[in-house]
């Protein structure tokens, strides 16, 4: 094989972590989610909206990937004690999706009151996308931490997987909204995805803990 059909080779698997990663961190129940979906189900400046958030959690998982690559490339003790503690937060993480699928819970877009200017929608989803320490916590530190850890030449499949989970999902809510409502209010739902996201989020801890023994 050429080094191009190698490489190839080698980035498909590096986006697909990147892929199930953001896709495992970003579906939740939250206040971004809903108000996509709420304004996918008035129809108002979806794409305006849809595009706001994808390219922020891009911007952010960018920022995250490279700087963290940065500084765990001046110290290797710690990128392989940033990849236990990543795969730790991953098992976490999966564990609590588990549980929460044993419960019912529900998505609903509220609100019906008069609708926003394209301003004001974006100034709105800016508010909760960035005013929520969570998604600093999610893109900077652990996906920054864990695409950090891909060689440098794979390190842009990673954050285009990580980056293709929200502009799919975000899209999916936003255009998909009258179709993806009914579903989303039913509990049985989110207790399926639930269970998926946990067992993905245990795979991605195991490769990680696989990636810090033969670090060490």
């Given at each position: 094989?050429?080094?191009?059909?190698?490489?190839?080779?080698?980035?498909?698997?590096?986006?697909?972590?990147?892929?199930?990663?953001?896709?495992?961190?970003?579906?939740?129940?939250?206040?971004?989610?809903?108000?996509?979906?709420?304004?996918?189900?008035?129809?108002?400046?979806?794409?305006?909206?849809?595009?706001?958030?994808?390219?922020?959690?891009?911007?952010?998982?960018?920022?995250?990937?490279?700087?963290?690559?940065?500084?765990?490339?001046?110290?290797?003790?710690?990128?392989?004690?940033?990849?236990?503690?990543?795969?730790?937060?991953?098992?976490?993480?999966?564990?609590?999706?588990?549980?929460?699928?044993?419960?019912?819970?529900?998505?609903?877009?509220?609100?019906?009151?008069?609708?926003?200017?394209?301003a004001a929608a974006l100034a709105q989803a800016a508010a909760f996308t960035l005013l929520n320490p969570h998604v600093y916590l999610d893109t900077v530190l652990l996906v920054g931490g864990i695409g950090a850890q891909q060689p440098a030449a794979l390190r842009g499949a990673f954050i285009a997987g990580a980056a293709s989970a929200s502009l799919l999902?975000?899209?999916?809510?936003?255009?998909?909204?009258?179709?993806?409502?009914?579903?989303?209010?039913?509990?049985?739902?989110?207790?399926?995805?639930?269970?998926?996201?946990?067992?993905?989020?245990?795979?991605?801890?195991?490769?990680?803990?696989?990636?810090?023994?033969?670090?060490?």
């Amino acid at each position: 094989m050429t080094s191009d059909t190698v490489a190839a080779a080698q980035s498909l698997p590096v986006f697909a972590q990147g892929l199930a990663l953001g896709l495992g961190l970003i579906v939740a129940i939250g206040a971004q989610n809903a108000f996509v979906l709420r304004q996918g189900l008035r129809r108002e400046h979806v794409g305006s909206v849809v595009l706001f958030c994808a390219l922020a959690d891009a911007a952010l998982i960018a920022a995250g990937v490279l700087g963290m690559a940065q500084a765990l490339g001046q110290s290797p003790m710690l990128a392989r004690a940033l990849a236990w503690v990543g795969a730790a937060f991953l098992a976490v993480y999966g564990w609590q999706a588990l549980r929460r699928a044993r419960q019912a819970r529900q998505l609903q877009a509220t609100g019906t009151g008069l609708g926003l200017s394209r301003a004001a929608a974006l100034a709105q989803a800016a508010a909760f996308t960035l005013l929520n320490p969570h998604v600093y916590l999610d893109t900077v530190l652990l996906v920054g931490g864990i695409g950090a850890q891909q060689p440098a030449a794979l390190r842009g499949a990673f954050i285009a997987g990580a980056a293709s989970a929200s502009l799919l999902w975000f899209a999916s809510l936003g255009y998909g909204a009258r179709w993806l409502a009914p579903w989303f209010a039913q509990p049985r739902a989110w207790q399926v995805l639930d269970g998926l996201i946990g067992a993905t989020m245990f795979v991605l801890a195991a490769l990680l803990v696989r990636h810090a023994l033969a670090g060490g």
